[in-house]
């Protein structure tokens, strides 16, 4: 299992990014996915995830900003996030976890500038 994460930079408060999850050895289509991000001397933390049969959730803090999707013809996921503060700075990972294996991707850096 591959998860090849892209899609990261850096963009102005308020301004949007698409980042993207390309999979491998799996169906992306039919496994729960996620999104994670970690900041700067912070621990790890969920922020989006999309089940196997396309429930969405979100952390509180980017309801209403950020959508995850998947293109399942790609195996991709998608997390779309628009209105982009400084405090959304962070490594983002995504993540899968098949037979209570956790698989993640190398993480792709977004910084906010005020």
């Known amino acids: 299992v591959q998860l090849q994460a892209s899609g990261g930079g850096l963009v102005q408060a308020g301004g949007s990014l698409t980042l993207s999850c390309k999979a491998s050895?799996?169906?992306?289509?039919?496994?729960?996915m996620a999104w994670y991000r970690q900041a700067p001397g912070k621990q790890r933390e969920p922020v989006a995830g999309?089940?196997?049969?396309?429930?969405?959730h979100y952390v509180d803090s980017v309801k209403g900003r950020f959508t995850i999707s998947r293109d399942n013809a790609k195996n991709t996921v998608y997390l779309k996030m628009n209105s982009l503060k400084p405090e959304d700075t962070a490594v983002y990972f995504c993540?899968?976890?098949?037979?209570?294996?956790?698989?993640w991707g190398q993480g792709t850096l977004v910084t906010v500038s005020s």
């Open positions: 993540h899968t976890n098949i037979w209570g294996n956790d698989y």
């Open positions: 050895g799996i169906i992306a289509s039919i496994n729960d």
């Open positions: 999309l089940t196997g049969g396309g429930s969405e």
